[in-house]
């Protein structure tokens, strides 16, 4: 199966957006953190792992799932971008592709539209480098806050990698200067919202799936992008209160052939797209399955961009006895897994949940 998403959005917009079934743990892996203070970034090691050839990426499924870790930030400041890169035991490069999914996540700050964790920065093995122009925006971090760190790799190459490590660095701006002039915030809306994955099962035909909320701070959306699956038509963010369709796009072909690109919206030349606390905000993912068959976790649509809250508005933390977040938590954590409907179900109606995790 393949994966949509809005790779167009390098050098200039956000953290990215935004994922193989029996999923194996992995063991005696490490995550860790160095920063280099001179070049004003650090890394986040994941690994050594091992990687045997495991076949197509949704074919002869096999994954590694390295312990979920937490790190913290090394530093006062402001990120700006990220990058990553595979190498193996011998510091060799690893294609990239061997990464399904890494995902970074804030336990202590709530996201836009949900009491859940914030999530900073995701990536894929189809994710380019990211970068927001240094000088004008940035997001706030301090040092000691808390990052999550959950990642997923697969191996559908016909090589096997021995002692590979996943080489993830966040470039940043340090503070007393005076740039950044903008401090932003990562935001995102999931079809799939609240918790549980991020993925359903595909039915034939035409299907949607929308999920609709309201924002917790006043502000504007600066840049949007989304993530989608392989026979999405369609991924749209509009004001349930007012109709406005704020954010329209359709999968498309890229200049080498594949079908994995997502149109980004950039509102930076109106200032930015304002969203109130009292509007509704709902996302619509839209899909054409041709298979006469159910694809087993088949769908998914997320939108995600960069807000510049209102002046004067603060962003949120966390509410560690809310419920969603609680959920939510166990989910990133690997505590449940499943859909929310399979989380949620009795115990005599659960039934095994798809495996292909998000």
């Known amino acids: 199966m393949k994966h949509f998403s809005s790779v167009t959005m390098t050098r200039k917009n956000l953290f990215t957006l935004l994922l193989v079934l029996a999923p194996s743990a992995a063991a005696a892996q490490t995550v860790r953190v160095v920063n280099d203070d001179a070049q004003s970034r650090f890394t986040i090691l994941i690994g050594p792992i091992e990687l045997p050839v495991m076949g197509e990426h949704h074919g002869a499924h096999g994954g590694i799932l390295p312990p979920v870790e937490t790190v913290s930030f090394p530093m006062t400041g402001y990120l700006t971008g990220f990058s990553?890169?595979?190498?193996?035991?011998?510091?060799k490069t690893v294609p990239n592709q061997v990464v399904h999914h890494l995902n970074f996540i804030d336990p202590d700050h709530r996201e836009l539209f949900l009491p859940i964790s914030r999530r900073v920065a995701a990536a894929g093995g189809e994710t380019g480098d990211q970068a927001m122009p240094w000088f004008l925006f940035g997001l706030p971090v301090n040092k000691g806050d808390r990052l999550v760190v959950a990642a997923m790799l697969h191996n559908p190459t016909s090589t096997a990698y021995h002692g590979a490590?996943?080489?993830?660095?966040?470039?940043?701006?340090?503070?007393?200067?005076?740039?950044?002039?903008?401090?932003i915030q990562p935001f995102q809306v999931d079809a799939a919202f609240p918790f549980g994955d991020k993925s359903w099962d595909l039915p034939p035909g035409a299907s949607s799936r929308s999920w609709e909320g309201k924002p917790a701070?006043?502000?504007?959306?600066?840049?949007?992008?989304?993530?989608?699956?392989?026979?999405?038509?369609?991924?749209?963010?509009?004001?349930?209160?007012?109709?406005?369709?704020?954010?329209?796009?359709?999968?498309?072909?890229d200049d080498n052939g594949n079908v994995n690109s997502l149109t980004t919206s950039s509102f930076l030349k109106n200032l930015g797209m304002k969203v109130d606390t009292s509007h509704l905000y709902r996302v619509t993912v839209d899909y054409q399955n041709p298979k006469p068959d159910t694809m087993p976790s088949g769908g998914?649509?997320?939108?995600?961009?960069?807000?510049?809250?209102?002046?004067g508005e603060q962003w949120l933390a966390t509410d560690v006895k809310e419920f969603l977040y609680v959920m939510d938590r166990k989910h990133y954590m690997r505590e449940v897994t499943g859909t929310m409907a399979v989380i949620m179900a009795p115990p005599a109606d659960k039934k095994k949940p798809a495996e292909h995790k998000h």
């Not at 490590?165 to 401090?183: E, I």
């Open 84 to 91: 990553y890169d595979v190498v193996d035991q011998d510091g």
């Open 165 to 183: 490590t996943v080489r993830f660095t966040m470039t940043y701006q340090k503070t007393g200067r005076p740039w950044p002039l903008f401090p």
């Open 217 to 253: 701070v006043n502000g504007k959306i600066l840049i949007m992008g989304g993530h989608l699956h392989e026979y999405a038509t369609r991924l749209r963010f509009q004001d349930a209160t007012t109709g406005k369709l704020i954010f329209d796009a359709t999968p498309y072909m």
């Open 300 to 311: 998914m649509g997320v939108v995600a961009g960069i807000f510049l809250p209102s002046s």
